[in-house]
């Protein structure tokens, strides 16, 4: 979008934020195939914001959406670190598959993690099968798999089934508004780093409006809540690389809450407030943590297969078909799930979906408890050498599965076994492996099987 589109759109939002829901037509059916925007923060912790217990500063938007929704308590990303968890929501597999397990950076780091360096663009794709349901598909916001640095034969992202974009740096195709210089952010940019939040939002929404008949997929990305943190200019002249101290945080999360707020009042102007499903959740766990405080209760962070770096927070908020005020703290979902479920909510045919390692978890999006049939595996980490973060205790084995109530970390050479019963120790501060020797050795077998069958690792860049 150029500057006077930009400048229309805005206008087109002003004043929207007053108008009640209530003086709005809304048009929403149960027949009708719903909006969905896919709302992935960027290294939100489990307790960051108010409604999961987040006391950093208030977030009565994000917290609205959970009042006026479902509040999810055991929602699992696919992996502790951007570029593979992104990969597993895009592709409702283990992103291992794809040979993507750290975040993506320059060939000589992806070859040091034993990665590819970025996703094919042939895996499959929610956006892709979407629009072949008829949907219109944007992108719009971080992207983080395949693209920047040296990497310059990434696939472009509407390869990938998308009909619009705009995207940050790290990404086959950055929005040149954002990206002034080679590099994630800069003072020169035209659109500044505290208010790319604010530009996804009004792509969004102008998204939403240039397809008044036609449903749409969005995924909505931000990345403000990453370090470094620049919530304004003062900042910026203070800390011209940014900072990663607690008032800046603080800053960026009320600017979050903010823009969510603004979502929402523009899409009750639309009218298609009913009709939108908006999934709230995050990428990865935090960091920094600030001592733990950001995954309260949990143990881990951002890197690490404790559940504080997996166990993320997740809102529905559908208005034509979900409850309100509901807290659903017995399914267990992963971000794989969302892949077969949104073809589903969209009307898709089930048989002619590629093969996901998710399940179709859309009684629970709808307000009906849902347990997982089958086990969840994680993978983080191939060699000790650029592998070696979080130090300290919350730094975990490489691998990790939960089955039931059961949870198991092992290193892929055999080592490090560690088993914790979530029921009754969610913090992982028992190992009762040996008090469960049974459990220990079929979970063990198990997962060692799992990453067996991953593929090797590339010896040289992938080109397709």
């Known amino acids: 979008m150029n500057l006077p589109i930009l400048v229309v759109g805005l206008l087109l939002l002003g004043g929207c934020t007053s108008n009640p829901r209530s003086e709005v037509k809304q048009k929403a059916t149960a027949a009708q195939r719903p909006n969905i925007i896919l709302l992935l923060v960027d290294d939100m912790g489990f307790a960051d914001v108010g409604c999961y217990g987040g006391t950093f500063v208030p977030t009565p938007n ?56 970025f996703l094919v663009a042939d895996a499959p794709s929610v956006a892709r099968q979407l629009q072949a349901a008829g949907y219109a598909t944007a992108h719009f916001g971080k992207w983080h798999m395949g693209g920047g640095r040296d990497v310059d034969n990434a696939p472009g992202i509407l390869r990938y089934g998308f009909d619009a974009y705009a995207s940050t740096y790290e990404s086959p195709d950055p929005d040149p508004l954002l990206t002034s210089t080679n590099w994630i952010w800069a003072r020169t940019d035209s659109i500044k780093r505290w208010r790319r939040t604010e530009y996804f939002v009004d792509k969004t929404l102008a998204f939403l409006k240039s397809h008044p008949n036609q449903p749409c997929y969005i995924n909505l990305w931000p990345d403000d809540v990453h370090t470094p943190w620049v919530p304004d200019e003062s900042t910026l002249d203070a800390y011209p690389n940014g900072t990663e101290k607690p008032r800046e945080f603080k800053g960026v999360l009320a600017e979050l809450d903010r823009q969510v707020g603004r979502l929402m009042a523009g899409l009750r102007e639309q009218g298609i407030d009913d009709n939108t499903l908006i999934i709230f959740t995050s990428d990865n766990g935090p960091l920094p943590n600030f001592d733990g405080s950001r995954a309260t209760p949990y143990r881990g962070s951002k890197l690490s297969l404790y559940e504080g770096g997996i166990r993320m927070p997740f809102i529905v908020r559908y208005p034509a078909r979900t409850p309100a005020g509901r807290v659903d703290q017995q399914s267990v979902l992963s971000a ?127 080109t397709k």
Request: charged residues 20%.
């Open 62 to 117: 994000i917290d609205r959406l959970a009042a006026e929704g479902i509040k999810f308590t055991q929602y699992y990303s696919a992996a502790p670190i951007c570029s593979p968890s992104r990969v597993g929501l895009t592709t409702g597999s283990a992103p291992g598959k794809f040979n993507i397990t750290s975040f993506l950076d320059t060939r000589r780091h992806n070859r040091q993690c034993e990665q590819a360096d």
């Open 336 to 462: 794989m799930d969302l892949f077969p479920s949104f073809v589903t909510l969209a009307g898709g045919a089930s048989s002619l979906q590629p093969r996901t390692d998710g399940e179709d978890v859309t009684p629970a999006l709808l307000g009906k408890p849902h347990a997982h049939t089958a086990p969840l595996f994680w993978e983080y980490g191939r060699n000790s050498k650029s592998f070696r973060y979080p130090l300290g205790r919350d730094r975990s084995p490489n691998l990790a599965m939960r089955q039931d109530n059961w949870k198991l970390l092992l290193n892929d050479d055999g080592s490090q076994l560690e088993l914790y019963d979530l029921a009754r120790d969610p913090k992982e501060v028992t190992n009762v492996a040996a008090q469960h020797p049974t459990v220990a050795a079929n979970m063990r077998q198990q997962i060692l099987a799992w990453r067996a069958a991953l593929p090797a690792p590339p010896e040289a860049p992938l």
